[in-house]
Structure formats: C-alpha cells, structure tokens
C-alpha cells in the first residue's frame, strides 16, 4: 500500500477551508430554524427543511456518482470507411 502523504495534507487544507466557509453561510436562528445566508440576504428555513434538503443533495449526489461508474460506454462504429 502506498500513501501519498503530501495530498493527504492538500486534501485536510481544503476540507478545512470548506468547512469553514460552510460555517459561514450556515449558522443556527431562532430555535427550529436555520439562517443561510445568500450572497445579499439571509433566508431562514425550519430545521427539518434545512435537514431533508442536505439529505436530498447527498442523495442525489450518491445516485449521480454510482450512474456513471456502474454504467460502462460501448463505443459505436462511426460509418466511415
């Protein structure tokens, strides 16, 4: 097994980063509701709303990545020649 340890380091910076964005856009209201904030205003959602629209994107993000990779091309002749 080899480890690549200097993408591993680049890997934790950006997740890092990512995180702390995050943070930024995505912070607790009143109790129930989450506020994100959209580049020049803030939209408040109840907590299960904001909760169903992660879950709703990790799945759709799962479902896109296995599509792809389970599905494999055949290549078509071209009909020149």
Known sequence: MEIDLER???AV???GAALEEA???IRPGPPGEVR???EDRVIELPTAW???GVVAFAAAL???TLG???RE???EPLGIG
Request: zero cysteines; proline letters at 0%; glycine letters at 0%.
């Open 8 to 10: 591993i380091s680049r």
């Open 68 to 70: 792809t990779r389970s």
């Open 50 to 52: 904001a909760v169903a």
């Open 23 to 25: 943070r930024n856009v």
């Open 62 to 64: 799962l479902a896109a």
């Open 13 to 15: 910076v950006q997740l």
């Open 73 to 75: 091309r055949e290549e």
């Open 36 to 38: 994100i904030r959209a």
